[in-house]
């Protein structure tokens, strides 16, 4: 007869979450979720996996990259050069065909992050108006679960609301907006500077305290007020912010004032490798890691989280919001460029690039990356992320792990880079290796945490059962880049690298409370300015596939 | 995949639908009031002379949901038939998709991808060639809301949005008075340039009225006076019919500008020079932000071809033109687009959907498919329904059923259908066919 039990038995579990460090132990399953073991001995699992001596950890959780969207899909439309050159995904039995390159098609997205261990992903940066094209994508992006992050810091009657002094009517706008999108949390890039970018050529602002013209208010303002604003709705994570000057000489000091603007209010400072630079405007000579002094208030305060956005060496695509860093890369780079400005204002750049190792720029960025790994003393507030596509493709995690857990591996990339790494940041002294104990937290258990997805990153009962199970071997990009094999929601989605059952994978959002009267307010503003309807914008539930609503209630 | 949706029929009289979306060109509008009588659409507010005839002309088709060789039969039999035709082909293509909605893209996408076929939509005959520039050079662009709010300088080439777009200039891009030009038109220069005049000519400040097929030399010329690079001017008179003096004029009324915007047709792509024409006009608007804020896009026509290039994107990475015979995509425009496949001899089978290429492509592709076994799906009879091995009479998107449409500034905009039908809708036709053609490929 069915139990309706899946048992991996005997495998050495990682699950940092209730302190578990490499015990070894069996993992019951049923109805897609970690539960207890059976308390009747005579009940026997319909289905074991014999996990003896491989590594068992939870699903990895990407809590910031590029999967979806119209940025992510003009990207696809604009390198098909990177395609013609890339892996082959060939349709199967019970997969779809797609393209690769630094930006995958949608089933391929799926399939290659489920395949390196990944079953829950968060694209950082949609524009509201394009929310009902991302749940379309995300149903086409099998393998994972999903969620997104909501362009807020340009918005008009965001900055509407912090000009009139009227917090209360930002919180509630806040709420309707992420409901209304069935979005995770407010995203903020490059406060006020988007909106600058559509005002003046070359536009942008350059410090928290420039009046962004129009509105009257400044950078400062806007993050400190959407931060309080997410944390008095007891969203399940904080606001999520791409600070002012990404990638600029010297922009350490910008960095660690938005840090502290967060005074008391949590906050999550997205790539900060790109924010962590030191030296003189514009002067290339002058350019280094400027990561201790801004660690240093990391770990002093636990308000803040940071993902790191690393950087690899080879061709990308950096994509952002940031409009006007967009036309900074693609003349820096001298390369082809898209660009969108978008109503419910968020803009959009686009431009391909090659990160060299004979660059001293791109050499500092890839130490000051590793940086902050080694440099962080808490791995729960530091999370493993490329910033996909922007700093290198997702797949590239298996080779930042074994960066980070093998110091001569690193040691040796070390002597690879531009020579003047070793003067202008910290790398070549650090001798921190990571233990499994300390990957597995910054690849899953600490971005779920981070995320409020209490049923994320950690193998205890209430779990949703996903579960990655890796052979053990010294050569870490090995270990971490085939798994031997993947469980989503119980079910093995992929053994040996190979898809067994594309699952579609849920979608993660929240619907915080609001007070609705608000609505008439934002209607009319809304069909004064907008050139949709008010009442068509709204994604109903029943246009979703599969999905959770996160609840609001951490704080 | 969602399970298909069912078209509910909205019935008692006088019932007004509000904000419902027209899906007749790429404005997709989606203000419209339309009253229903009788399961008869008798007034769409607010609609143009082409959305009043869309709705007006789409009273349910009495025709039977399904034909073969143009003799009835049931909707099973004509999936079966339909899936044995594309299942048995060697180069069977996919071909149309625009003018129906990004749920029912999807799945031709996906049975292109289980037939090894190929994939193409009539992004291929109208801006495939802005496609490939935009492959090239990127693109500078925006929504058509922030056209409204900031545009003060709106260059209308090689098109007629007067009569192609009637709403765009009174919705969009001339007269609404947007937050940083709040006396609407008074705070807009209108700017055409075309091969001849149009109706569109008539709303404008400007018009450049060039020789016929010189868009690429009087966009160089624009090029060429933004950078200050000196130019002849009886060359350029001789090249683009116009005086260079007043190309300067136009150089500094751009550089003059806030939020200068190109909004382009096919006359500028399906004129000599093609996607090169795209390209020179993209770089263009790109050369423009060394000096102020510029923006371009293209004017699409159908109601969902944007959409068709998104799904097509998302599933395959490339726009158009997509081939799956080897198991995995491949992009080659002019060698995997569907007028070239058929008039080569090359397509075995097709799958058209919601497009007419019987009465729109050259001899040879017509004689082509007139020859092949293809399925089509259409609300209407048309010459291409008319030949189909399978023909399906489908409910009409927007106006029967329910889905996503992607506005041309690639904006999703949902429907709210009004009338009721009793055919089936694409999506549910065609993930019929995707069922039984993945139960034969097994």
């Known amino acids: 007869m069915s139990s309706g039990y899946f048992k991996i038995a005997g495998g050495t579990v990682y699950d940092p979450i209730h302190g578990v460090d490499g015990e070894v132990r069996d993992i019951w399953i049923r109805d897609g979720q970690i539960v207890e073991k059976p308390s009747d001995s005579n009940i026997r699992p319909d289905k074991t996996l014999d996990a003896s001596g491989l590594v068992v950890m939870p699903g990895g959780v990407d809590m910031h990259c590029h999967i979806a969207g119209p940025k992510v899909n003009a990207a696809r439309k604009m390198r098909p050069e990177q395609k013609r050159k890339a892996e082959k995904v060939v349709r199967t039995s019970n997969t779809r065909s797609g393209t690769m390159g630094s930006v995958p098609s949608t089933f391929a997205t799926g399939y290659k992050y489920a395949g390196l261990g990944y079953t829950t992903a968060f694209d950082a940066a949609i524009p509201p108006l394009a929310a009902r094209h991302v749940h379309e994508e995300f149903e086409d992006t099998p393998c994972l679960d999903k969620g997104f992050f909501v362009l807020m810091g340009n918005n008009h009657f965001v900055m509407e609301s912090i000009h009139r002094k009227e917090p209360e009517k930002l919180r509630s706008f806040i709420a309707w907006l992420l409901g209304a999108a069935k979005g995770f949390t407010p995203k903020v890039v490059n406060p006020g500077g988007v909106e600058i970018w559509k005002q003046l050529p070359s536009g942008n602002v350059h410090g928290l305290d420039e009046n962004v013209a129009h509105f009257d208010v400044t950078p400062r303002q806007i993050i400190e007020q959407i931060a309080r604003a997410v944390d008095a709705l007891k969203l399940p994570h904080s606001v999520h912010l791409h600070a002012n000057n990404l990638g600029m000489p010297g922009n350490w000091i910008t960095t660690l004032e938005t840090m502290k603007t967060f005074g008391d209010s949590r906050g999550h400072l997205a790539h900060i490798q790109f924010h962590s630079y030191g030296g003189g405007e514009g002067d290339e000579n002058t350019f280094n890691s400027k990561v201790v002094e801004l660690v240093e208030y990391v770990n002093a305060h636990h308000n803040l989280t940071v993902d790191v956005g690393q950087v690899l060496f080879g061709e990308t695509t950096t994509m952002t919001a940031d409009g006007p860093l967009g036309y900074y890369l693609s003349n820096a780079f001298k390369s082809k460029w898209f660009s969108s400005d978008t109503e419910m204002e968020s803009g959009c750049g686009i431009a391909p690039i090659e990160y060299r190792n004979t660059s001293l720029v791109h050499s500092l960025q890839w130490a000051i990356g590793l940086e902050w790994y080694l440099l962080a003393k808490d791995p729960w507030r530091v999370v493993m992320s490329t910033d996909h596509p922007n700093g290198g493709s997702f797949l590239a995690y298996p080779q930042i792990i074994q960066l980070l857990m093998d110091r001569t591996y690193r040691q040796d990339m070390l002597k690879q880079v531009h020579p003047a790494v070793l003067e202008r940041s910290t790398l070549a002294d650090l001798t921190r290796e990571y233990s499994l104990y300390e990957i597995c937290i910054i690849t899953r258990s600490g971005p779920a945490k981070i995320l409020g997805l209490t049923r994320k990153g950690h193998l205890g009962p209430g779990a949703d059962a996903d579960i990655t199970i890796y052979t053990p071997n010294d050569d870490k990009t090995k270990m971490f880049e085939l798994p031997r094999a993947v469980i989503k929601s119980g079910v093995v989605i992929v053994e040996h690298g190979e898809v067994r059952e594309p699952l579609t994978g849920k979608l993660l959002y929240v619907a915080p409370e609001y007070d609705t009267s608000i609505e008439s307010d934002i209607a009319e503003w809304f069909e004064k300015y907008y050139s949709i309807r008010f009442r068509n914008y709204p994604v109903p539930l029943d246009y979703l596939h599969d999905r959770e609503e996160v609840a609001c209630a951490r704080l | ?442």
């Open chain 2, 1 to 442: 995949m969602a399970t298909p949706p069912i078209t509910k029929p909205i019935e008692s009289p006088a019932t007004v639908i509000t904000d419902a979306t027209c899906t007749f060109c790429g404005c997709v509008c989606d203000d419209i009031d339309i009253t229903v009588k009788d399961n008869h659409i008798t007034d769409a507010k607010r609609a143009c002379v082409l959305g009043k005839s869309w709705f007006y002309g789409h009273a349910a088709d009495d025709r039977p949901d399904c034909l073969i060789e143009g003799q009835p039969a049931s909707v099973a039999e004509g999936v079966e038939r339909a899936a044995r035709i594309l299942t048995e082909a060697r180069y069977p293509i996919v071909y149309g998709l625009s003018d129906t909605t990004s749920e029912a893209q999807r799945v031709a996408v996906a049975i292109g991808d289980a037939i090894a076929g190929t994939v193409d939509t009539t992004t291929s005959v109208c801006h495939g060639p802005s496609g490939m520039a935009f492959q090239g050079v990127g693109e500078v662009t925006c929504t058509l809301g922030e056209v409204a709010n900031r545009g003060d300088l709106i260059i209308f080439w090689g098109g007629n949005p007067a009569e192609s777009h009637p709403r765009h200039f009174s919705k969009y891009s001339l007269m609404p008075k947007g937050m940083f030009v709040p006396n609407g038109r008074k705070d807009r220069t209108a700017v055409g340039v075309d091969v001849r005049k149009t109706k569109t000519a008539k709303a404008m400040d400007l018009f450049f009225q060039i020789k016929p097929r010189s868009d690429f030399e009087a966009l160089w010329t624009l090029r060429a006076l933004a950078k200050s690079v000196e130019v002849d001017p009886e060359q350029v008179k001789r090249d683009t019919g116009i005086e260079l003096s007043r190309w300067q004029d136009l150089m500094d009324r751009m550089k003059a500008a806030k939020f200068g915007v190109i909004l382009f047709g096919m006359g500028l792509t399906m004129t000599r020079g093609k996607h090169l024409n795209s390209e020179a006009l993209l770089s263009l608007a790109r050369d423009m932000n060394a000096f102020t804020r510029f923006v371009v896009k293209p004017m699409r026509g159908h109601g969902n071809v944007t959409g068709a290039d998104n799904v097509v994107t998302w599933q395959t990475g490339y726009p158009f033109g997509v081939n799956m015979s080897r198991g995995y995509p491949r992009f080659n425009p002019g060698e995997y687009t569907t007028s070239d496949t058929l008039a080569r001899g090359e397509a075995d089978a097709a799958l058209l959907v919601a497009c007419d290429p019987m009465a729109n492509f050259s001899q040879p592709a017509r004689e082509r498919l007139q020859s092949i076994p293809y399925i089509a799906l259409d609300p209407k009879e048309t010459p291409t329904t008319r030949s189909a091995a399978v023909a399906f009479t489908t409910a009409t998107y927007g106006i029967n059923t329910p889905g996503t449409v992607y506005r041309m500034d690639d904006v999703p905009i949902y429907l709210r259908p009004a009338l009721s039908s009793t055919h089936p809708t694409d999506l549910e036709v065609l993930s019929a066919i995707h069922r039984r053609v993945t139960e034969l490929k097994k």
